[in-house]
């Protein structure tokens, strides 16, 4: 299938968080947000919107160390924060039993998912982050999912109202 994609500028922290809940409130279980993009772009921030959007409270929301994953509950759908950041070798994935998480009743957020071992499955929407400068963020959104397109198809309707596009 085709890719389909979207790109947004967004000027601060706020406008990064509103994006991800406009994602978030389209979420339902089984969907796959892989986030990429370098350290400080806004991958956190960017998931404490999905939070917002899915009624969970974003203060619960921090960057998962030791066992790679966290995991909210409380709100519309769970989520299954994972963070590849601090992932020492493939092993942990299997260790951890990460690819679980996939099959669960909820969501999956994954930081860092271009670290992930193999493929991910087919459903996700990947959403990369690039700094352009001290506040502004570039955020693409991209799959080619029958998902993907649904959400995306979605974003553009409602934060091409807000954002700049590109
Ligand atoms: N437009 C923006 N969107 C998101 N974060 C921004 C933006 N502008 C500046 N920032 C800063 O960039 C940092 C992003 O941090 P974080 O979300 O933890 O990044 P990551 O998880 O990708 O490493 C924060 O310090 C935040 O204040
Ligand atoms: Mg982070």
């Known amino acids: 299938m085709k ?3 979207v790109k947004y500028l967004t000027t601060s922290v706020e406008k990064t968080v509103w994006l991800g809940q406009q994602l978030g409130a389209q979420l339902i279980s089984g969907d796959i947000i892989a986030l990429i993009g370098d350290l400080g772009g806004g991958k956190t921030w960017f998931t404490k919107g999905i939070a917002i959007g899915l009624e969970i409270d974003p203060n619960n929301i921090v960057s998962p160390t030791f066992t790679l994953v966290n995991e909210y509950r409380g709100g519309r759908q769970q989520i299954f924060h994972i963070d590849l950041y601090r992932l020492k070798n493939n092993i942990e994935i299997l260790d951890l039993d990460l690819e679980d998480y996939f099959s669960r009743e909820g969501i999956v957020v994954i930081e860092w998912a271009d670290r992930w071992p193999g493929r991910l499955p087919e459903s996700k929407i990947h959403v990369k ?3 352009i400068d001290e506040h502004t963020r ?3 959104f991209f799959g080619n999912h ?3 397109k649904e959400i ?3 974003l553009k309707e409602i934060a091409g109202r807000n954002l700049k596009q590109l």
């Open 129 to 131: 982050l690039k700094m």
């Open 3 to 5: 890719e389909i994609s």
């Open 146 to 148: 029958y998902r993907a």
């Open 152 to 154: 995306i198809g979605a």
């Open 138 to 140: 570039e955020l693409e």
